[in-house]
């Protein structure tokens, strides 16, 4: 039998799955095919996304990338283990800058972030990415000229060898089940992205009040369009912010060589993946402009390990 995470959470800092074997594709789909399951029935879901009362201490962050020292990090000023009443948000985990012989290992990144949802099942919130469902599609994306959706592949394949079909599909499951965007009560919306503004016409909107079926997650699906969105404009940001009745929004998805960049005066785009990464702690009973945010801002650089 595949060993599990243990029930006593992982110290500060520490990896999360360093107790496991992340070599044994057992392991490595009891993971994956667990996590999916701890996300669909994650306490705070409604549909696609998840719905984040006050007196909550939400952590966002910002694109990942296989960023190692900067998920260790994360996890410790997320600090899960002081009380149920703090949250972790994370995505766009894999398709690091690192290669070893042309493949991309990030898959082994993705089994932590799984083994930390179970061990803190409903304090940490996963969202979907564009690489991720890129990686759950097939659909290459060239980063410095290298199709990291295949380098992904290869990365699999050496490691999981005549099991990495099996790992695929298990993985595959866990990226489907991951949210869509997280509403808090005090009208910031937290997402990977929301669509461009020349998609709006044809984006349907209730996406976020289902769980995203196979065809909104494929290229033209109103949850493809989602993760994707770039060239947002206030108008835009209006028009959605009306719709899901929110104020503010706190995305990922595009560069952001300080950390963080302002988008619209209601959207704030974080990058937590490289040395000016930055997370943003969002106190959920707490209302925020924009100025507000960027005073909350915290540089990952200045938590030490």
């Not at 304090?123 to 992904?152: C, P, R, T, Y």
């Not at 050496?158 to 499951?173: E, G």
Request: hydrophobic residues 40%.
């Amino acid at each position: 039998m595949p060993s599990s995470p243990s029930s006593k959470p992982p110290s500060p800092g520490i990896p999360p799955g360093s107790d496991l074997d992340l070599q044994d594709p057992q392991v490595v789909i009891d993971l994956f095919e667990r996590a999916a399951d701890a996300n669909l029935h994650d306490g705070y879901r409604y549909g696609a996304i998840a719905q984040v009362p006050a007196q909550r201490h939400l952590l966002m962050t910002g694109d990942l990338h296989d960023h190692g020292l900067n998920l260790q990090r994360i996890i410790k000023l997320a600090a899960l283990d002081r009380s149920a009443d703090r949250v972790l948000v994370l995505h766009e985990i894999v398709h690091g800058p690192n290669f070893i012989n042309g493949r991309d290992l990030s898959i082994r990144t993705l089994a932590r972030v799984a083994a930390l949802k179970l061990q803190y099942p409903n304090q940490v919130l996963l969202l979907q990415a564009n690489h991720e469902l890129a990686q759950l599609g097939g659909q290459g994306i060239s980063k410095d000229g290298v199709n990291v959706v295949e380098a992904f592949d290869a990365g699999v394949d050496f490691i999981y060898q005549d099991q990495a079909q099996a790992v695929n599909d298990a993985m595959r499951k866990f990226i489907y089940s991951l949210l869509l965007g997280i509403r808090c009560s005090n009208g910031v919306f937290c997402s990977h992205s929301v669509p461009s503004p020349r998609k709006l016409e044809s984006f349907d909107h209730t996406v976020i009040d289902r769980v995203p079926t196979h065809e909104d997650l494929s290229p033209g699906g109103s949850g493809y369009e989602m993760v994707w969105g770039r060239n947002h404009t206030p108008q835009s940001a209006e028009q959605l912010a009306n719709l899901w009745d929110v104020e503010i929004f706190v995305m990922g998805h595009q560069p952001a060589e300080m950390g963080y960049i302002i988008e619209t005066r209601s959207m704030l785009v974080l990058a937590s993946d490289h040395a000016h990464g930055m997370v943003l702690p969002v106190n959920t009973s707490s209302r925020y402009d924009m100025d507000q945010l960027i005073e909350s801002l915290v540089p990952l650089a200045s938590v030490s390990i």
